[in-house]
């Protein structure tokens, strides 16, 4: 039982050096977020030796009585957060809750409608080379052309056009709210369920900072990982008449023995994401993904062949389109790498690019508002990003990156944990 500094030094030292890499540089990848300590320990936990397949008070291993409070809280305060009837805490990740999603509602076969990936859907909602495109047939909507925003009369026109068994919403790459009203309505109108995956804004959901998809969505899903700030893992919500259905698709339909430590960690983030703390930091990951727009809209950016697009984010990150500059997507990302500034890459809407080069970027606020910016901070970091972007090729990526590591010092990622022992 000896500290992995000592069982492994070569797994302990990437250990500390990925801690390392979190602290000294700023995370921007729109997916992502640092976890309170109080899920690390959660997720590091004696709860990774148990069997639990089934659920509380059903299930299939003794020596459940523990892991079943643990499991019971982490539902009952989903449930509380999201205003749900019904919550399923077991999915090991947001493609399985999706799995499930699908196996639960439809068929094998059945035509699905969901956002184009190329326009900012997720593998999981159509891809065919996805288990989503390869079991179920999959079409797709696109964002309006002239206003880049998903257009509810588009939806509808598709929806007509392919009779899908299954109305997707939610997102991975867009910068606005949706109308998840209307997109009821027109399933309704074409005899299809509705399912929004909150994957991505889940964190302002919970917050009220974000329409709910929970009153009009049949399913909704999520990750716990993403604006919801929890450890790495998915879950499942919708109204009671589903609990059957969904729960098997879960588990035996996708899973074996549920992740227990996972599920408390997500019970521990579950009662964080209820706190007035935790709205702060959504409001301030909202403001702060207003100040980028900002400054990527600003007049040296535009010089460079930038622009953001819809004009601006009503979520927690910018879409920057770089179709029109001499920098590509990977270039882009490469140029802020090298200021210390992790984002991704991702295609936009009519993307001339290949994916793997790609002609936007994605940038998130979440994981710095965790951080602890605020406005202050948030103005700086976007001044940065847009210089870097303004200036292409010729930045000063030296003064930049030290510009960076005075926000990084100015803000200590997980104080006090300076090394894994
Ligand atoms: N759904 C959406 C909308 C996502 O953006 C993602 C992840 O990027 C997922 C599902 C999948 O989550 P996971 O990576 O946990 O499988």
Excluded at 33 to 38: C, G, I
Excluded at 112 to 135: E, Q
Excluded at 284 to 294: M, P
Aim: glycine fraction near 10%; charge should be negative.
């Amino acid at each position: 039982n000896a500290p992995i500094a000592q069982a492994d030094p070569e797994i302990a030292a990437l250990l500390d050096g990925e801690l390392r890499r979190q602290q000294e540089g700023l995370e921007m990848i729109a997916s992502e977020n640092f976890v309170p300590r109080a899920v690390l320990q959660a997720q590091g936990s004696v709860l990774t030796n148990k069997y639990a397949e089934g659920y509380p008070g059903r299930r299939y291993y003794g020596g459940c009585e523990v892991v079943d409070q643990v499991e019971t809280l982490a539902r009952d305060r989903a449930k509380a957060l999201f205003g749900a009837e019904y919550a399923n805490v077991q999915p090991h990740s947001g493609a399985q809750a999706n799995a499930a999603v699908y196996q639960a509602l439809i068929k094998p076969g059945d035509t699905v409608l969901g956002l184009a990936l190329d326009h900012g859907g997720h593998l999981t909602h159509g891809m065919k080379i996805n288990f989503s495109g390869r079991f179920y047939h999959a079409e797709s909507y696109g964002v309006n052309p002239e206003t880049y925003r998903i257009d509810p009369d588009i939806i509808r026109q598709r929806a007509l056009e392919t009779h899908p068994a299954l109305i997707i919403g939610g997102w991975s790459a867009y910068p606005r709210i949706e109308d998840f009203a209307a997109m009821k309505a027109i399933a309704d109108e074409v005899g299809a369920k509705f399912w929004v995956d909150m994957a991505h804004f889940a964190g302002l959901v919970a917050t009220g900072l974000h329409p709910s998809p929970v009153p009009y969505a049949d399913v909704v899903s999520s990750t716990a990982h993403k604006t919801l700030g929890g450890p790495r893992s998915g879950f499942i919500l919708a109204r009671s008449e589903y609990a059957k259905k969904l729960n098997s698709a879960v588990f035996p339909g996708q899973q074996g023995g549920p992740l227990m430590h996972v599920i408390a960690a997500k019970a521990v983030a579950f009662a964080v994401a209820g706190s007035a703390a935790f709205k702060d930091r959504m409001q301030r990951t909202l403001d702060g993904a207003k100040i980028l727009a900002e400054r990527l809209s600003a007049a040296d950016v535009k010089a460079n062949g930038i622009s953001v697009l819809t004009g601006g984010t009503d979520v927690h990150l910018v879409m920057a389109d770089l179709r029109n500059s001499e920098l590509d997507g990977q270039q882009g990302e490469d140029l802020l790498a090298q200021c210390g500034i992790t984002v991704n890459r991702n295609t936009v809407p009519f993307d001339p690019r290949p994916a793997s080069v790609a002609s936007g970027l994605r940038i998130g606020t979440s994981a710095l508002a965790t951080r602890g910016f605020g406005e202050e901070q948030y103005r700086e970091v976007a001044d940065i990003i847009g210089t870097a972007l303004a200036q292409g090729t010729s930045a000063d990526t030296e003064a930049l990156h030290a510009r960076v590591i005075k926000l990084t010092e100015d803000f200590p990622l997980y104080p006090g944990l300076d090394q894994i022992d």
